[in-house]
């Protein structure tokens, strides 16, 4: 299995390979999964990224734990009730296969709007993926052995960003596109 704790360069097979999930979750859960989109770096052509490929699956209630954990947990997929994010549950691969994150949020919530507002700005605004990638190049070099201070070393780029996202949203009258999935 490769290293995925490093940045990487731009992958075009990661849509690929979120598509190739996705529709394993798609017909897992049916009509539960309102939107199940690619979101975080991967998503986004041109920016490097930690290889890990970020699926958001959109229910219709969060706390409905027992209508949609079961149908992704057949699927491989590990349910981390260590969680601390309250807006999301969280589900990762199984030991020793691929990584990829899922993350289960409220359809129409703060949380699943912000990660495809986010998404989609990043994909309108090479500038700002450029310097985006170009921090986490240097917060990996900074921190490659300390993986919370990586984290929290991205937070003041992403929170600007999101500012410009939130701008730009307001401009554009942004909404949230069709679902990838």
């Given amino acids: 299995m490769e290293d995925q704790w490093r940045i990487a360069e731009h992958d075009p097979r990661w849509p ?20 199940i989109d690619h979101i975080g770096s991967t998503s986004i052509s041109g ?21 949609y954990k079961p149908n992704i947990e057949q699927l ?10 309250l807006s999301k549950r969280y ?8 990584r990829t994150h899922i993350h289960v949020r409220q ?10 507002l986010l998404r ?27 993986r919370i201070k990586y984290v929290e070393g991205k937070a003041p780029i992403v929170w600007d960003i999101l500012h410009r996202a939130h701008l730009w ?8 596109g069709e679902t990838d999935r």
């Avoid at 491989?76 to 994010?85: C, I, M, Q, T």
């Fill in 16 to 35: 690929i390979m979120f598509q190739e999930t996705a529709a394993s979750l798609r017909e897992a859960l049916g009509d539960i999964a309102l939107r």
């Fill in 47 to 67: 920016l490097d990224a930690k290889p890990i490929i970020d699926i958001q699956i959109s229910v219709s209630r969060l706390d409905e734990l027992d209508r």
């Fill in 76 to 85: 491989g997929f590990v349910y981390r009730d260590d969680n601390p994010d």
């Fill in 91 to 98: 589900l990762r691969e199984a030991p020793g296969t691929r």
């Fill in 107 to 116: 359809a129409g919530s703060f949380s699943e709007q912000m990660n495809l």
């Fill in 120 to 146: 989609d700005y990043l994909r309108q605004h090479p500038e700002d993926c450029l310097r985006y990638g170009q921090e986490k190049h240097r917060l990996m070099e900074l921190h490659k052995h300390e």
């Fill in 169 to 176: 949203s307001q401009d554009t009258g942004w909404q949230p």
